[in-house]
């Protein structure tokens, strides 16, 4: 076999000129019939601006309060019932490029005129609790003081109370003592400990009912008998026994087997960050979150009753609970205004470095659902646009306590963030977080997809006077959009008369070094024989997110083709898939650059100027727009 490198053709445009050429375009023509495209995860054009002036933005909050006014009239929705009487809410819908809510509503619940304490009338500043937002919060915490770098540290390193006494007859049992040594900090901040949700806290045994008549045992105080000791009360006291107490549970399932949500997880974290720091966890907090960010409604201590909104009775709605050393899983307490500074600090990577960012936003594990990852402590929806089949991933985290329900909502795919804040009924943020992806989320695709339509689509040529040693008026791209693919379409993409999608048999021969089989592919198409019907190809353009500036102001955005082959055939198959974008990126390589490599310059008023690939080393320039969906 000849050396991998070793032909005659000096560069890929004097390859191109040995194919023969075609009249028509690629991808199928108006009629065609689309399979799901193979596509990159993440966004499928570049991140929308100026959505508070968008009309399919416009259009979906009025789709939005029509849902909630629905729901509000009748106690239902299509996401179930909902408390109409009692429940005040907040509602907050934001970009990270701007500081000011493209959208909120506040419902202020006609019982708040009858409480004593409290706000009357709700306002993007009025304060919640936000239940396990918290534990989020506390994460984001930990990561801006240290990074992940003590992520896969043993637990036990840093809260050593853990491995409990060395005279414990269960320390080797697996049944009944959990492997602490196994538990890292990381798994502790995902909920794959494997241990238990709480210790203390709730445990039912504290409570002054009559367990017998409804058959359970007497309660008697052995291996859980610290559970009656003050935990929410004296901050010392809280710890030791905490710490005594949670040692000695049974685990839950083995450490890394499966999600588990913990909340005693997150007050382990904050032990093992003061002990890296020798500082309170409270300052810590205060010192990475509240101070930089300029929170002036969040705390983890309860706020002046004249803030806040008090659905009731302030201990059974637990707007003054106090949950002691179990603040950093549950206790903050914060507002839509302030929710809203954070989610744009972290899709903007305004605390953490962007590279720390986009790891922390990723999964850790599954869950039984398909539809349901779990992060760090994120909890990823994965949701399926209608038109086009392309999954959006939702980075939530949402809180239960008492009366209060919430959610954090971050879709960076468009760089927005929303934020449910209920006081009342805490199922309705449930339903509230339903309307969001029902309303909000065809609209976000819809808008980055016009204005991806608006810039890029076009014609684009190389120049008369630098014709680069091929035909002007032979070499050209053709950018469009379609309304059920994902990414910029490659309509045409031609390269002195030859369409590059006949290439692809010889490349992919070429690829694997079969130099013998590559000239017997060449020559049978210098002798008319297609190797493939190029009206089955698709490429289309994602963009990476990588972008450099140009001397002249402008900027230089790369972006990647994904190439893939049109049929109305599907093979259900676990290992047939249809879109495995992530696995052909980069295949096509020649002088160390990627066919698929693609870059769109833009100058300084953001208008496109040119498109380059990388390894035909072409650079043509926009000559003609063709309107939405061409």
């Given amino acids: 076999m000849m050396p991998f490198y070793d032909t005659s053709f000096k560069s890929i445009t004097a390859l191109l000129s040995f194919f023969p050429q075609f009249s028509h375009s690629f991808y199928g023509g108006s009629n065609a019939e689309f399979y799901q ?128 006494a060395s005279n414990d007859t269960t320390n080797n049992d697996p049944v009944h003592r959990t492997a602490w040594s196994d538990i890292t900090i990381g798994a502790l901040a995902s909920h794959m400990a494997g241990i238990g949700t709480d ?37 010392v006291l809280g710890k030791v026994y905490f710490l005594k107490g949670i040692a000695l549970r049974d685990p839950v399932v083995a450490t890394f087997q499966t999600p588990i949500y913990s909340n005693a997880a997150f007050q382990i974290l904050s032990y093992a960050l003061e002990q890296i720091s020798g500082e309170d966890f409270s300052s810590i907090f205060h010192n990475t979150l509240i101070e930089p960010l300029n929170l002036s409604h969040t705390s983890y201590n309860k706020p002046n009753d004249s803030l806040g909104v008090v659905p ?22 914060s507002s839509t205004g302030d929710l809203g500074t954070i989610g744009r600090s972290i899709l903007n990577s305004t605390l953490p470095s962007g590279a720390q960012t986009r790891r922390w936003m990723k999964p850790v594990a599954h869950t039984a659902s398909l539809t349901t990852s779990i992060g760090a402590p994120w909890e990823i929806q994965r949701t399926k646009l209608d038109d086009s089949g392309r999954i959006v991933d939702l980075y939530t985290k949402d809180g239960k306590l008492g009366s209060y329900g919430s959610y954090m909502i971050l879709i960076p795919d468009y760089n927005v963030g929303f934020t449910i804040l209920v006081a009342g009924a805490s199922s309705d943020a449930d339903v509230l977080a339903g309307f969001v992806t029902d309303a909000f989320l065809p609209a976000l695709e819809a808008a980055a997809k016009t204005q991806a ?17 091929a035909n002007s008026s032979n070499t050209m791209l053709k950018i469009s959009t379609h309304d059920s693919i994902p990414g910029l379409v490659l309509k045409m993409w031609s390269s002195s008369g030859t369409f590059v999608p006949s290439l692809f048999p010889l490349l992919e021969t070429l690829g694997t070094g079969d130099v013998n089989d590559s000239i017997q592919t060449l020559e049978n198409m210098q002798a008319g024989q297609a190797q493939i019907d190029i009206n ?62 693609f870059f769109i310059t833009l100058d300084k008023n953001g208008e496109v100027v040119s498109i380059e690939n990388a390894l035909l080393q072409q650079k043509l320039v926009k000559v003609s727009g063709l309107g939405i969906y061409n």
């Fill in 453 to 469: 339509d608006s810039l890029y689509s076009a014609v684009y040529q190389i120049p008369v006077n630098k014709t680069v040693g």
């Fill in 536 to 597: 089955s190809v698709s490429i289309t353009l994602f963009p990476t997110g990588l972008k450099s500036s140009t001397p002249d102001g402008g900027e230089v955005i790369s972006f990647r083709g994904v190439f893939g082959i049109n049929s109305t055939t599907v093979d259900t198959s676990p290992f047939a898939d249809p879109d495995a974008a992530w696995e052909i990126a980069d295949q096509f390589i020649y002088g160390n650059s990627g066919l698929d490599e």
């Fill in 37 to 164: 495209l193979p596509a990159l995860l993440g966004p499928a054009f570049p991140i929308p601006v100026n959505l508070s002036e968008n009309s399919d933005i416009n259009a979906a909050t009025t789709k939005f309060l029509s849902l909630v006014q629905n729901a509000l009239d009748t106690g239902n929705s299509s996401h179930g019932a909902f408390d109409n009487s009692s429940t005040s809410f907040s509602f907050s819908f934001y970009s990270a490029n701007d500081e000011s809510p493209i959208y909120e509503y506040h419902h202020s619940s006609p019982i708040l005129t009858n409480i004593t304490s409290g706000v009357k009338k709700i306002d993007r500043d009025t304060v919640y609790r936000v239940g396990s937002i918290s534990k989020l919060l506390t994460v984001y915490s930990f990561l801006v003081f240290t990074g992940d770098i003590y992520f896969n540290e043993p637990i036990t390193r840093y809260v050593p109370e853990l491995l409990g």
């Fill in 199 to 235: 210790y203390g806290a709730l445990d039912m045994a504290r409570l002054n009912f009559p367990f017998a008549e409804i058959g359970f045992p007497h309660y008697r105080p052995t291996k859980s008998h610290y559970v009656d000791r003050p935990l929410l009360v004296h901050r």
């Fill in 312 to 333: 009731g009775d302030e201990t059974a709605t637990f707007w003054n609970y106090d949950l002691g050393d179990l603040w950093p899983s549950g206790g903050v307490y």
